[in-house]
């Protein structure tokens, strides 16, 4: 009697584990938490936590509490897959990452291998930053959705406006090497040659991803190249350093950017005295928003002690998330996943977006923003600087819609 009732006393708080694991919905959060990437992998994990503690403040997803598992992968793809099988192996059917298009197409390619091998454990991925475009094209997977815009939409967006722009003659291409950076300079040298061929290509230089401690060096080739305008798809501490080197050597350009804005960024732009001169492509931004955006805003940042929301989209995944559940009355990947396709939603910055069911590339209004002096009295500056954000085009969602060569293999 009394070994059974030892093993009684091991079993049930056992039982209870399981009980609270099944009561608990477990997003693996996969992107760098040290390293040179963890800037920005730190900023995104407080968003995914955040986001989750207000699905939580609202009842959950179908009454289970959401949990944000964090997992440092170094912004390295091997890693990557060890964080993944980690989480999965700890009862995980949900993956978040978006730093690194290596790492994003390395984890697609391991999710769709691992639920071919694994029917009735299936894994979905949501990729809220990672823009290579292959990943919504050849390389595309049921089990892949991505809630950013690709590399291609973005540059469309971007050489748009620069079309349209005079003072664009002469552009420098400065990206980090690897499939999302060539990417983007391959994309930029077409669409200007197309738009603009009038403008002449003074430069176009690859560095290694996150290795670059100074880019005076660049800097001053840049410098020596008469450009007018630079053009990069530079994030994490790679965009920062370099827009501190540019306010270092007095370089007075105009930056076209996508991601300008992460941690550091705005520092930077306000040190060099770059007003009104550094242009980002985004999803959405604090000033001139929605009121419900503003509202958010306003409760992040105090939060964060002044952080900005600098993922909107990952607020449109979570409550995408959220709401393909209750369609599907479960949080089955499976059936979450075939409710996500062709789901229509209202995003956090206004406006109807749509998850494509071609390829699983969501499409939503689009913004060209200019960073510097607000002048209008617009509520929310960036990093203390007392500069900030601001609306110079939108860029409307059938506006952003390119065709995909995915050919969908459903499950």
């Known amino acids: ?218 800097v001053a080739k840049i410098k020596a190249s008469g450009a007018d305008s630079v053009v990069t798809g530079n994030w994490g501490q790679d965009i920062a350093l370099l827009l501190k080197a540019a306010a270092d050597s007095g370089l007075k350009v105009n930056w076209y950017t996508y991601y300008a804005g992460g941690a550091g960024g705005p520092t930077a732009i306000k040190q060099a005295g770059l007003n009104d001169q550094v242009y980002g492509i985004v999803e959405g931004l604090p000033n001139g928003s929605t009121p419900e955006a503003q509202a958010f805003e306003k409760a992040f940042r105090a939060k964060f002690d002044g952080q900005t929301n600098v993922y909107p989209r990952a607020v449109n995944e979570m409550r995408m998330f959220a709401a393909a559940a209750e369609k599907a009355k479960s949080i089955d990947p499976v059936k979450v996943a075939a409710a996500l396709e062709g789901m229509t939603f209202e995003v956090l910055n206004g406006g109807q977006a749509t998850m494509r069911k071609d390829d699983h590339q969501f499409f939503q209004p689009m913004y060209i923003a200019q960073f510097g002096e607000l002048k209008n009295k617009e509520p929310f500056d960036e990093e203390k600087t007392g500069w900030g954000w601001k609306t110079v085009a939108k860029v409307d969602t059938a506006q952003t819609m390119l065709p995909t060569t995915c050919k969908m293999e459903r499950p």
């Not at 693996?28 to 207000?54: N, R």
């Not at 700890?90 to 694994?118: C, E, I, M, P």
């Not at 475009?133 to 809630?147: A, D, G, I």
């Open 1 to 218: 009697m009394r070994k059974l009732a030892f093993i009684a006393s091991i079993a049930l708080p056992l039982l209870g584990g399981t009980a609270m694991a099944q009561d608990t919905v477990k997003i693996g959060y996969i992107d760098p938490l040290s390293g040179g990437g963890a800037s920005v992998g730190e900023v995104g994990l407080k968003t995914f936590q955040y986001l989750a503690d207000e699905l939580n403040a609202k009842g959950g997803i179908l009454g289970k509490k959401v949990e944000i598992v964090p997992l440092d992968n170094k912004t390295n793809p091997q890693e990557s897959l060890i964080q993944a099988q980690k989480a999965i192996d700890s009862g995980v059917r949900y993956l978040t990452q978006g730093n690194g298009s290596s790492v994003a197409g390395a984890l697609s390619d391991f999710v769709t291998k691992f639920n071919d091998r694994n029917p009735g454990k299936e894994v979905l991925y949501f990729n809220y930053a990672a823009v290579d475009p292959v990943l919504t094209n050849e390389k595309c997977s049921f089990w892949h959705f991505r809630w950013d815009a690709s590399s291609d939409i973005k540059m469309e967006a971007l050489t748009n406006y620069m079309k349209t722009t005079p003072s664009v003659k002469k552009v420098y291409l400065i990206n980090q090497d690897y499939s999302f950076g060539q990417s983007v300079r391959t994309q930029a040298r077409a669409m200007l040659k197309t738009k603009r061929p009038d403008v002449e290509i003074v430069g176009d230089e690859l560095h290694p991803l996150l290795k670059i401690t100074d880019f005076a060096p660049y």
